[in-house]
């Protein structure tokens, strides 16, 4: 998508350890118009696969998933962070690594609404090792979901987790593929 690389390009800023923030726009202030148009290109892309439900993960997720979801019609549900001891048994849970934190955590997604009948759309702000991805498939699949594919902001391709996922049959549709970055030398979409 043009207009979310020229945004990237523009206001998107390299930091050590490969994290691209992009705080200005897309997961802290939150640019509405470029949302908006993220979330209707997702969505056309998903248009014709019956999804139920778009399901993300807190908090960075959650913006683009409303925005999907506004689009396809269907509500947008996020799994929550829990604290491992505090796992009931109302929840379908996975256990994820965080990217951003370095540390593993608990997401929680509540049984009363992801079941068997659903067929749910994965959204995120990011895809980079595709951990996040990975948990929220495992949630799914617990819950006997089926999951029609994923829907992503920016996919740091260099990092390989948006091709393993796809060589295990994943269809994912990201809006931006960085193919490499540098804080010297910037941002170099595929
Ligand atoms: P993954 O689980 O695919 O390794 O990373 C995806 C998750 O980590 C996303 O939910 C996102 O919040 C976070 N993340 C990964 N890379 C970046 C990055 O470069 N910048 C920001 N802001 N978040 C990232």
């Known amino acids: 998508m043009q207009l979310l690389e020229e945004r ?28 908006d148009a993220i979330g209707a290109e997702i969505a056309a892309r998903y248009g014709d696969c019956g999804v139920t439900k778009v399901l993300t993960s807190e908090a960075s997720g959650i913006a683009v998933a409303c925005f999907v979801a506004r689009y396809l019609g269907c509500p947008a549900l996020f799994a929550k962070k829990a604290k491992t001891s505090n796992i009931s048994s109302n929840v379908w849970s996975a256990v994820a690594h965080s990217y951003t934190h370095n540390n593993d955590y608990t997401m929680v997604v509540s049984r009363e609404y992801l079941g068997a009948d659903d067929r749910v759309l994965l959204v995120d702000d990011f895809l980079a090792n595709g951990c996040a991805l990975r948990a929220l498939t495992a949630i799914c699949r617990e819950a006997g979901a089926e999951v029609v594919g994923a829907g992503i902001a920016i996919e740091k391709a260099y990092q390989g987790g948006g091709d393993e996922l796809r060589a295990e049959g994943l269809r994912i549709e990201s809006m931006a593929k960085i193919a490499s970055m540098d804080e010297n030398d910037g941002i170099t979409f595929c």
């Open 8 to 35: 990237i390009r523009n206001s998107g800023k390299v930091f050590p350890g490969d994290v691209l923030k992009v705080d200005s726009f897309l997961n802290h202030q939150l640019d509405i118009e470029l949302l």
